[in-house]
């Protein structure tokens, strides 16, 4: 760097996970190509990690948001390498690998081998009370079921609801795949979007016209676990929670750069010279070469308005639905059901006011004492948004209710702890994708601006680390010069 070149700034707003990762990828950078760069991060709150964090309760380790990850999306993973607690990563326990899905009242197991939408075995769906034996049949013409026609302009997304019925029948959807995928998204699924969530179902119906034969023909080339439901042998988290990769980001990050906790960013401009100006209210404004914004949709939209009103409209029409997650403690004495699974999701026609319940400490070691179970119970979603109008007390009577007459639950809880999720989980609707299109579009028009969170590419651990990581690699290379000595050997590689 020659003498007058002074040192990029760049700032980073919003210390979840994606901001995080932004701002620990940024300073790989600067480390890799000695340049010398400045790097804030912001936060609103007064501690890193967003929604998620875990929480030691009466002997209980509870999460807060997420309790794993998948690993068959690499970023999370190599994520913990490269933090070096990759040794500390656990899998789910064998002994409860599946699912449950409640039945006329009751839970009932999926069949061995539902992966989400598609039946790769005959038998335990034929054996399976979940379907009428008219359902069953429609289940198993899918196999002669032609491709759908694309329309015009070579557009094959479909909704989640048209897709199952189109290849499925109503009754895998209603009974099966809406509790099951709504248990990842809490949309709503004649809105929801398959091509921008499941879009390897579309991909085999195109190579492979039948779900049921591409899944058969994938059995027999890699032996599969042993499992129902999500692919839970795909899943990790560390020993001690997913805090420990929080915690262990957040210190790394807290080296490489400025931390600013508690310091909301109240706007967003940016100059002629295409620098940007970052507004608060009990500060003076400050001046950054670049931003990666790490927020919410909506949260973004605003803080741009005066910027690009025609980008703020964009993002503002990504919706978002809120949850809240009743975390519980029980002795197993106090349950007549063995709560032998990993969980429970629970369809819309069954007219319950839970979404699903997951079994913690039956996927992870370490998360109860002994004798006893953690559950977590899902409420609210797009599709009974009103539950999260009643107050926590009132929520946390809903779910014991539910549990009771479900479970079998009795006696007092452990312990009980509410979370809720306001405006957090970004709703993948029909035209999803062409819409981030346009806000990509958009983003490229205003030199030193990025986009980051899990409002446009994926809502789990490793997408949003992914989309943070990837939007500091896009500002690196468009803000900080290359030195001389290293521009030919690895800058492009970027």
């Known amino acids: 760097m020659s003498g007058n070149e002074r040192p990029r700034r760049i700032a980073v707003i919003g210390g979840g996970f994606s901001g995080l990762a932004a701002a620990n990828r940024l300073g790989e950078l600067r480390q890799e190509h000695d340049t010398p760069c400045e790097i804030t991060l912001f936060d609103a709150n007064d501690r890193f990690g967003g929604v998620l964090g875990t929480v030691n309760i009466g002997g209980y380790r509870v999460e807060t ?60 769906v034929l054996r399976s009370p979940l379907f009428s034996w008219t359902g069953k049949i429609r289940m198993g013409l899918e196999t002669i079921v032609p491709r759908r026609r694309s329309s015009e302009g070579g557009d094959d997304d479909e909704s989640l609801a048209d897709f199952v019925r189109r290849r499925f029948g109503n009754e895998a959807l209603e009974r099966l795949v809406q509790p099951l995928v709504g248990g990842i998204y809490t949309s709503d699924p004649e809105k929801l979007s398959l091509r921008a969530t499941l879009s390897r179902f579309l991909d085999m119906e195109r190579d492979h016209r039948s779900l049921i034969l591409a899944s058969r023909k994938q059995q027999r080339n890699q032996p ?157 979603g797009a599709m009974q948004p009103e539950e999260l109008d009643a107050t926590d007390e009132e929520i946390t009577d809903v779910v014991q209710q539910e549990l009771a007459e479900i479970f079998g639950v009795c006696g007092e809880p452990d312990f009980v702890h509410v979370a809720r999720w306001n405006r957090a989980m970004p709703q993948y609707h029909l035209g999803h994708l062409e819409r981030v299109r346009h806000i990509e579009d958009r983003v490229r028009n205003h030199r030193g601006l990025a986009l980051a969170g899990n409002a446009f590419h994926g809502v789990g651990v490793p997408d949003v680390i992914h989309r943070g990581e990837t939007s500091a690699e896009t500002i690196w290379k468009t803000i900080v010069p290359p030195r001389a000595d290293v521009a030919r050997r690895d800058y492009n590689s970027v």
Not at 99 to 118: A, I, W
Not at 328 to 336: E, F, K, P, T
């Open 65 to 124: 948001g997420a309790d794993s990850f998948i690993t068959n999306k690499p970023w999370a993973v190599d994520l913990c390498k490269r933090l070096g607690i990759a040794d500390r990563l656990i899998s789910t326990d064998e002994t409860y690998r599946r699912s449950l899905v409640l039945h006329r009242g009751r839970p009932v197991p999926v069949p061995d081998g539902f992966m989400l939408m598609t039946p790769a075995k005959v038998w335990p």
């Open 224 to 380: 599969t676990e042993r499992s129902s439901g999500a692919r839970y042998g795909l899943f990790a988290t560390p020993d001690e929670g997913i805090s420990v990769l929080v915690n262990a980001l957040a210190e790394r990050v807290q080296e490489l750069a400025d931390c600013q906790l508690g310091k909301p960013v109240t706007s967003v401009r940016q100059r002629e010279d295409s620098r940007w100006i970052l507004g608060f209210s009990d500060a003076d404004d400050v001046e950054f070469d670049a931003v990666v914004m790490a927020l919410p949709a909506w949260r973004a939209a605003g803080l741009l308005d005066d910027t690009d009103s025609e980008l703020a409209g964009l993002l503002s029409e990504i919706e978002y639905a809120s949850t809240a997650i009743v975390v519980s403690g029980h002795r197993l004495a106090d349950i007549q059901h063995p709560m032998d699974a990993f969980g429970m999701v629970v369809p819309a026609i069954e007219k319950r006011r839970i979404l699903a319940v997951s079994m913690t400490s039956r996927k992870f070691p370490g998360r109860a004492p002994d004798g006893c179970i953690q559950l977590r119970t899902f409420v609210g």
